[in-house]
């Protein structure tokens, strides 16, 4: 069994991790307070072609592999959540579905320039009633002549008012239930699309996430992705690769609290010694070092069979699931090491604790992903 990168991966998380302390940590603090997005970064993300890292170079992509997009997403969420939270959508939502189903047309035409950085990617699944219950979903299409006709609402859109393009999921046939819903592509600046306020989050304030109002927007019939009434299966496949995107989010964040509580353990002292030489401390900061090294395994091996063209589903699952909840921990406690000062926003602990908290919700919440994991151990009947 082979546990490392490859030299090439190694070289690449060298690379995207100098490029993050020197690009994007120095703002991190400052795209927080302001809730302002990171556009010149991501600019320079694309120039060095992080934008479509999975993707064939044909498609506007870096030709590379899931484990370095998972890597990717690791060393900018630990310099950023905002930024890493923007990325992972455009990537692993806005993206991966038209690779997955598109056509070639639809791959020149939206994939390839999302791929290369010329804009950034989004995909419409949320609405106001239809959250874990996907299933739900009210937004319809209806086809006029050569044209979809959209209406309805989304919400919690992330990169929804600043995307080039967003692919929204539609009731298409309302007879056949879940089996009705379809996955159509809308170019931004459409007529009939409006946008929210940017929502003030807790965390990752960064992420412009907004609702959507669809009001008679009409785009091709050829803007269909894939076949119609097969929405509800697509968006399931592509949210079992968006959870490795989120789990390495979490990583990277858990990384970052893990660094900080070190560094501040050996350098604080109390009643004569440094605070790390009390085993309450260095108990937290061991558990911390042991739960970032099982949760990076699981989603490096998730990454890695997805890769292989083998069954992930379960193993994307249970990664997201343990990553998030050990960067829950890792960042709770880091602020426990830090103690008063760990709740001042003049250190770093306090935002990261904020960022992760969206990990356990996102992508599929906890409560879902182990509905999910129990249904491939035990069979369907799970939560129903």
């Given amino acids: 069994m082979q546990f490392d990168l490859s030299d090439e991966q190694q070289m690449f998380r060298q690379a995207v991790r100098e490029f993050a302390a020197k690009e994007i940590a120095p ?26 890292i999975p993707f064939p170079e044909e498609y506007g992509g870096a030709g590379g ?54 804009y950034i990617a989004a995909f419409g699944l949320t609405e106001p009633h239809a959250g874990s219950d996907a299933g739900a979903t009210r937004t319809t299409a ?7 006709v959209l209406n309805g609402a989304k919400m919690w859109i992330t990169n929804a008012p600043i995307a080039g393009h967003i692919i929204f999921t539609a009731v298409t046939d309302a007879s056949k239930g879940k089996n009705g819903i379809s996955a159509i592509i809308v170019p931004g600046g459409t007529p009939g699309l409006s946008f929210g ?22 785009v091709p019939r050829e803007n269909l992705l894939g076949d119609p009434g097969r929405g509800f299966n697509q968006f399931l496949k592509v949210l079992d690769g968006g959870r490795i995107g989120i789990g390495a989010m979490a990583i990277g964040l858990a990384q970052a609290a893990f660094e900080a509580a070190s560094a501040y353990a050996k350098d604080r002292t109390a009643f004569g010694k440094p605070i790390g030489a009390f085993e309450s401390i ?14 990076r395994l699981m989603i490096y091996q998730a990454a890695w069979l997805k890769d292989q063209g083998r069954p992930f589903s379960q193993q994307a699952a249970m990664a997201k699931l343990f990553a998030s909840e050990v960067a829950e921990k890792t960042c709770r406690d880091a602020i426990q090491v830090f103690g008063g000062y760990g709740y001042s926003q003049e250190y770093p602990v306090e935002r990261l604790y904020r960022d992760q908290r969206l990990l356990t919700i996102g992508e599929g919440t906890s409560e879902i ?16």
């Fill in 197 to 218: 306020k940017h929502e003030p989050k807790m965390g990752l304030r960064g992420s412009v996430s907004t609702a959507i109002m669809l009001e008679d927007v009409r």
């Fill in 282 to 295: 260095s108990n937290m900061i061991a558990d911390m070092a042991t739960g970032i090294a099982a949760a």
């Fill in 142 to 148: 209806r086809l006029e002549g050569n044209e979809w």
């Fill in 65 to 118: 592999d899931t484990v370095s997009a998972a890597v990717a997403i690791e060393e900018v969420a630990r310099a950023c959540g905002s930024t890493a939270l923007a990325y992972a959508a455009h990537m692993g939502l806005g993206s991966a579905p038209i690779f997955m189903f598109g056509t070639e047309e639809q791959k020149q035409r939206f994939l390839k320039p999302a791929a290369a950085g010329k």
């Fill in 27 to 52: 703002n991190a603090r400052h795209i927080d307070e302001t809730g302002e997005f990171p556009t010149e970064t991501f600019r320079k993300m694309g120039e060095l072609g992080l934008m479509g």
């Fill in 369 to 384: 992903l182990r509905v999910v994991i129990g249904r491939h151990i035990l069979g369907g009947f799970v939560g129903n």
